[in-house]
C-alpha cells in the first residue's frame, strides 16, 4: 500500500514530535511518498517506484523551498499566530 501527499512546504510549522509520530504511524503499514506540488511527473513515478512498506520519500529540495513561500513570506521570521 502506498500513502501519496502533496506538501509544498515540508510540514515546516507543524509539530516535529507530532508529525513524527504520525509519520510512525503511516510507515507501518504503507509506504509514504511525500512531494512538492511543482515536482515533476517523472520524478512522481521514479518515487513511487521507488517506495518500499515502511519506508518515507521525500521529493522537494530544501534548499529551494525557502526561495519559494508564497506571499513574500520569510519563514524565518514569519510571527506566529
Known sequence: MLVLECN???HRYY???QEKEREKLI???YSLVRFHHQV???TLFNGILQAKP???VKLY???QLGQEMPFNI???NAPMA
Open 15 to 17: 509539530d516535529a514530535t
Open 40 to 42: 515533476s511527473l517523472e
Open 27 to 29: 510507515t507501518q503499514k
Open 61 to 63: 529540495d530544501l534548499k
Open 74 to 76: 520569510n519563514p524565518l
Open 54 to 56: 515502511g519506508t518515507t
Open 8 to 10: 509544498g512546504y515540508c
